[in-house]
């Protein structure tokens, strides 16, 4: 564990360096050359820190704060992001965020899970955990990215559906399920990209595609930590037990 701290510390005072030489360094080669070596060294910290990572550290890297959510990615990767709301049948679900957009100017559509970064946006996004009315309405936003023929793009950040008695009252097994069949039977082409956590049938019911990705410490699993915790011990606080065993 010291170790890694070191080469936390390391890395951080490496990356301070690149920043304060990447504004003062234009076009002079010399600082272009300490650049490249700065960067190679990164490169060599992060994978002696990440060395040091178990299971349970990833799981917490994969639910980090700063980590960016849906948006940024929208944000950053797409123009033109015009938002759908509504299923039509019940209500709108903060938790999921569909909308079509351009993509090196080609139209498609984006969906995906949005968690809430302070108190208030989190309980608006309810955590980044959606409920059937979420799922339904990514479902008819990506019937219509097949009527225009515009591919699809979904990011996933989830603990997994929510698990609440208003859900499951309003069919939240059914509309995963739902999902599941009609994603597998669109012609477009489905890019999925697992930006943070991919929970249970919550990930799975917006992650049927042509291809799959999951980003660096992102985690992919059948169902939360906690979740198995309390199915298997009825103590979700032993979550990583695995981890606190060989402490």
């Known amino acids: 564990m010291e170790a890694g ?5 390391e890395l951080e005072k490496v990356e301070r360096q690149i920043a304060q030489l990447e504004s003062a ?4 080669q010399e600082a272009q050359k300490q650049l490249r070596a700065l960067h ?4 060599g910290l992060r994978k002696q820190v990440n060395a ?12 980090h704060a700063q980590r960016p959510y849906m ?22 679900d903060a938790a999921m965020i569909c909308g079509m957009a351009r993509f090196h100017d080609e139209p498609v559509l984006v969906v995906g899970t949005q968690k809430g970064r302070d108190t208030k946006q989190k309980i608006y996004r309810n955590f980044g955990m ?10 008819r936003a990506m019937e219509i990215a097949e009527k225009f023929g515009r591919p699809i793009f979904t990011f ?16 939240q097994g059914e509309a995963i399920a739902h999902n599941l069949r009609e994603m597998s039977r669109l012609r477009v082409p489905i890019v999925v ?3 943070g956590e991919g929970g249970s049938g919550g990930a799975l019911a917006i992650a049927v595609g042509d291809r799959v990705f999951m980003l660096e410490n992102s985690v992919y699993s059948v169902i939360s930590p906690e979740g198995c915790a309390s199915i298997m011990w009825r103590d979700a606080s032993k979550r990583d037990l695995d981890r606190k065993s060989h402490v």
């Open 5 to 9: 701290t070191k080469a936390d510390q």
């Open 25 to 28: 360094a234009g076009s002079n």
């Open 40 to 43: 190679d060294r990164v490169d």
């Open 52 to 63: 040091n990572f178990d299971a349970w550290k990833r799981t917490e890297l994969a639910r």
């Open 71 to 92: 948006l940024d990615y929208v944000q950053h990767m797409f123009t033109d992001f015009s938002e759908i709301h509504g299923d039509r049948a019940f209500g709108d």
């Open 130 to 139: 959606p409920n059937p009315e979420g799922y339904r309405k990514a479902m």
């Open 156 to 171: 996933i950040d989830t603990p997994g559906a929510y698990p609440g008695l208003g859900a499951e009252e309003r069919g």
């Open 193 to 195: 990209t697992v930006t």
